[in-house]
């Protein structure tokens, strides 16, 4: 750090004056230089600076405690953030409002007692303004009386907890979903379809995944890693995503998070946000319900830059998602990083089940949130205790529809979703219909028909309908032997009005005949037909035409 007397050296005979006043001291230089000299000589005084910094508010003692467990420095931004600021003024108007001896923050209150200064000092990100105590003081300012750490907040009042929203290990069956979707190459609306009732986006579940390196880079399933984690109990499976969230520094949250858009290339820790958060967190009682407003509030009022060591609120470029507008400032603090640690809490920690969640009524927001059982075991990546077995059989029935309920085997269900066609959930059940083109698209992928029976032979809960497994049989060694079309047919009186058509202009208009007096019309050409029809002397009109 600086030395005092390089830090004072560009301060005016008055400042200096004012300095020595508020430490008890006399100072008879006859200019800046020769103040400097005298005060250089007399502030590094063991005794003096801790009588000095006795006599301060809780607050100033504080925040020179901030910084000497903070390197002895801290981004003056920051810092005149949490404490206030110093007002710019000159030597007159000092000499006439005295701010030293009235100042407006803590700032202004430690500035004119020299206790601590500012300069620039360099960063990852260039050069930066900082507090900082000088070399001198920083020795003899004593250490704070070690605290036992207090959580931030509150213990949640009853309406806060009056509806209770437990964990689960729902997103053990999404990724379930999405694994089988992202196999079978489904385009991004129809992701956006299949999560539509998911309380997550895709998006993130898809980040989630590919940091755990089930996905490839390109967001393809990767075999061998997606067969482990359907095959795996559910508690790992579960302590597996919560792991990867946990020490992940690809998975950003503050770039998924619904309500904000991310332009530009800047750059955030999302790792380091998460270890602050949860540090914070740990001082939470494990068995009370907390307060979440009051959580928030508190971490503005204490530690407000969680997620920004450097204090810097202006190069994150992050917009409201419905407005449009720009979120730089701490003034949006409250949309940006409280909205971050409100989703963190009320998503992640919850779907991951490490946090009940607690509302006012049923279909309220979350108004607080406490410590679930399986916390503790996910929280050191260990596997929670589930009790859900994934043993309950599929259903087929003989028109080739297949219902799976949720507690069957997760890869069961994977491959079954390979071969059919989706169908909407009914009764919490997932269902799914075999279909030629289902069909079509799992042998373009490598699947076989003798693959699909074998597992609704092994899995179902009676033996395949004998009809299902002769249309399986008959679709692999022919393809499709039947098929439905829309089609305009056209119907004469008789074989004579039908003959003298084909012999007309419209001919090429006839498709395949149905009888002497029956025809297809082909696509689009009726209305040639019927001209050519009335040429002939014959009025014709459509059935379906009012």
Not at 208 to 214: N, V
Not at 379 to 407: M, Y
Not at 473 to 483: I, S
């Amino acid at each position: 750090m600086p030395k005092l007397a390089q830090s004072l050296a560009g301060q005016d005979l008055v400042f200096l004056q004012n300095v020595a006043e508020l430490w008890g001291l006399d100072l008879e230089a006859p200019d800046a230089k020769q103040g400097l000299v005298e005060l250089g000589n007399k502030l590094p005084d063991c005794e003096l600076v801790a009588e000095i910094v006795e006599a301060l508010p809780v607050e100033a003692q504080q925040a020179l405690q901030a910084l000497k467990s903070n390197q002895s420095r801290m981004p003056w931004a920051q810092f005149i953030r949490r404490y206030g600021q110093v007002r710019e003024m000159g030597p007159a108007r000092r000499d006439r409002e005295q701010p030293y001896r009235n100042p407006i923050s803590t700032t202004e209150m430690l500035w004119y007692r020299a206790l601590i200064q500012r300069t620039f000092f360099d960063t990852d990100d260039g050069p930066k303004e900082h507090a900082f105590i000088s070399d001198e003081l920083l020795p003899l300012i004593p250490e704070p009386a070690k605290e036992e750490h207090k959580p931030l907040g509150r213990q949640a009042t009853p309406a806060e907890r009056k509806h209770k929203i437990a964990v689960n290990d729902h997103i053990l069956d999404w990724v379930t979903t999405l694994l089988a979707a992202l196999r079978l190459g489904f385009a991004d609306d129809q992701l956006q379809t299949v999560s539509a009732e998911w309380p997550m986006s895709y998006k993130t579940l898809k980040s989630l995944l590919r940091s755990a390196h089930i996905l490839d880079e390109d967001g393809i399933p990767r075999p061998e890693a997606t067969r482990a984690f359907l095959e795996a109990p559910r508690g790992a499976a579960l302590a597996q995503l919560a792991e990867t969230w946990l020490y992940s520094n690809t998975h950003n949250d503050l770039k998924l998070m619904p309500g904000l858009k991310s332009e530009g290339a800047w750059e955030n820790d999302p790792l380091q946000t998460r270890r602050k958060l949860l540090n914070l967190l740990d001082h939470v009682p494990a068995d009370t319900w907390w307060g979440l407003a009051a959580f928030i509030n508190d971490l503005k009022a204490e530690q407000p830059d969680f997620q920004r060591p450097a204090g810097d609120y202006d190069s994150w470029y992050l917009r409201d998602a419905q407005s449009g507008e720009y979120l730089r400032g701490f003034e949006h603090w409250e949309q940006v990083d409280g909205a971050l640690v409100h989703y963190l809490i009320t998503g992640p920690l919850h779907w991951l089940g490490i946090f009940h969640l607690g509302a006012s009524d049923e279909d309220g927001e979350a108004l607080s949130f406490r410590y679930s059982s399986w916390a503790a075991k996910l929280l050191n990546g260990q596997a929670p205790d589930i009790r859900a077995k994934e043993d309950s059989q599929i259903h087929v029935d003989s028109q080739g529809a297949v219902r799976v309920p949720t507690n069957a085997p997760r890869t069961v269900r994977y491959q079954v979703a390979r071969f059919c066609e989706w169908l909407p959930m009914k009764r919490g059940d997932y269902m799914y219909k075999v279909t030629p083109s289902s069909l079509n698209r799992a042998k373009e992928q490598g699947l076989e028909i003798k693959q699909l029976l074998a597992l609704l032979n092994k899995h179902a809960s009676a033996d395949v309908p004998p009809n299902l497994t002769r249309a399986l049989h008959g679709w692999d060694a022919h393809g499709t032997q039947a098929r439905f079309e829309d089609v305009l047919v056209l119907r004469v009186a008789s074989p004579d009005v039908m003959n003298k058509l084909r012999k007309s202009r419209a001919a090429r208009f006839l498709g395949e005949p149905l009888g002497p007096t029956a025809v297809i019309v082909k696509q689009g050409a009726w209305e040639n037909v019927m001209s050519a029809l009335t040429e002939l002397g014959y009025l014709a009109e459509r059935q379906d035409e009012n």
